[in-house]
Each structure stands twice: as structure tokens, then as C-alpha cells.
């Protein structure tokens, strides 16, 4: 069955430091992946999507995501983290039609 | 990329109640919208899929009887928890696919409390 892990429930980073959040998938055929964001009071908003081609994918927000066949990961990652950053963050892969699993999510904790 | 709409964004009812929950495509019309479920600290369950003009197609475990949906429009899907019981408490978001069917736009979000 088609599973997203993100095995960090919670990180905290320091403002301006970098960051990176782990997602592993497991999915038969060719992922579609997605990072999305969850803040307070708002809709999931897409980050960046993987489908097909460069396996480095640059997203909004300063975000960029790293395919990796290989380890089945599309980790999320960003040089330079800001406070606004705080927030949810789920890893998705696409199924069926436009079925879309998600991960548990990681929540961003940025320290001043 | 569209604005989806949910109303009410928090509602709180008594046990044995019905609640409606409308979600909304401001930006275009949409033959299909997406209902989930998600739990504190937990992941989004897609629930079911709504389809303009018919039935909508529920996902394995999700009891139709109970979680009624009514795609009435090009840009309106209402989800009705009916007989709300505690268990029933929590956060229900929409999606629209976007015009490519590429991703998906997410409304903002409904949470339930059921007392």
C-alpha cells in the first residue's frame, strides 16, 4: 500500500540556520510528490511538487525538495530559515487520481 | 491559484445533531472535490470524493449514511455529519483539483466539536 513517513514529528531550528525535513515514501510506479504547508487558519498551501525530470526541484518560499529514487526520500529543505517559517509541513504522494496520501506532518518550531 | 472557501471555519453541536459543512470554489468551476479528515497531530484521511452530478465515491471505512455529501453546484460540495457524536470531532478540510489536475487548492478548514 502506498505510505508517506515523516519520521520527525517536531524540529526546532534557530532563525537563519538551515533546515531540513525527512520524507520517505513508498509507492510502486513513478511518485508524484508534494510538500505542502498547514498554518493556523489557513488552507494546505503547495511548496513544490516533484512529477518528473530535474530530481531538484525549487519551490515558493525559498524551499527546494531533493527526489531520491534510490532512498525513496523527497526531503524538503531550506539555507536559511525565517520566523514566519513556523508551521506544519506534509510530504504527499499522488496515487490514483489525484488521491493523495499524506505523511503525519512535521511541525516547525523556529527559535529566535 | 483558486480560493477555496469553507464555512463555518468552527462549529460546536450536541450529540445526535446534523452538522453542514459547505466548501466553495471561488475561482472556477470544479466537477470534483475532495473531502478529508484530520486529527490532532495527525494526517489528512481523504474521506471521499465528491462528483458534480452524481454520487460521490467514498473511501474504504467511511460511512456514507453518515457523512452525507451533496455536490450542488459547479462550485459548492457540502459535507453533512448527521447524528454528530464525539468521535465525530475534527478538523474537516476540502480540496479542488487545480485546472490541470496537477495539485490540488485547499480550503482553510471546519472544526467540529461535538459535546
Known amino acids: 500500500a502506498q505510505s508517506v513517513t515523516q519520521p520527525d514529528i517536531h524540529i526546532t531550528v534557530s532563525e537563519g540556520a538551515s533546515l531540513e525535513l525527512r520524507c520517505n515514501y513508498s509507492?510502486?510506479?513513478?511518485?508524484?510528490l508534494f510538500w505542502y504547508v498547514q498554518s493556523p487558519g489557513q488552507g494546505l498551501q503547495l511548496l513544490l511538487k516533484?512529477?518528473?525530470?530535474?530530481?531538484l526541484v525549487q519551490g515558493i518560499k525559498g524551499f527546494e525538495a531533493e527526489f531520491k529514487r534510490s532512498q525513496s526520500s523527497f526531503n524538503l529543505r531550506k539555507p536559511s530559515v525565517h520566523w514566519s517559517d513556523a508551521a506544519e509541513y506534509f510530504c504527499?504522494?499522488?496515487?490514483?487520481?489525484?488521491?493523495?496520501?499524506f505523511g503525519t506532518g512535521t511541525r516547525l518550531l523556529v527559535s529566535p | 491559484g483558486a480560493v477555496v472557501s469553507q464555512h463555518p471555519s468552527r462549529v460546536i453541536c450536541k450529540s445526535g445533531t446534523s452538522v453542514k459543512i459547505e466548501c466553495r470554489s471561488l475561482?472556477?468551476?470544479?466537477?470534483?472535490m475532495f473531502w478529508y479528515r484530520q486529527f490532532p497531530k495527525q494526517s489528512l484521511m481523504l474521506m471521499a470524493t465528491?462528483?458534480?452530478?452524481?454520487?460521490?465515491?467514498?473511501e474504504q471505512g467511511v460511512e456514507k449514511d453518515k457523512f452525507l455529501i451533496n455536490h450542488a453546484s459547479l462550485t459548492l460540495s457540502t459535507l453533512t455529519v448527521t447524528s454528530a457524536h464525539p468521535e465525530d470531532s475534527s478538523f474537516y478540510i476540502c480540496?479542488?483539483?487545480?485546472?490541470?489536475?496537477?495539485?490540488?487548492?485547499f480550503g482553510p478548514g471546519t472544526r467540529l466539536l461535538v459535546l
Open positions: 465528491s462528483n458534480e452530478g452524481s454520487k460521490a465515491t467514498y
Open positions: 475561482d472556477f468551476q470544479a466537477t470534483t
Open positions: 509507492y510502486g510506479a513513478t511518485p508524484y
Open positions: 480540496s479542488v483539483p487545480s485546472r490541470g489536475q496537477e495539485t490540488q487548492y
Open positions: 516533484y512529477f518528473s525530470g530535474d530530481t
Open positions: 504527499a504522494v499522488r496515487t490514483g487520481f489525484q488521491k493523495l496520501v
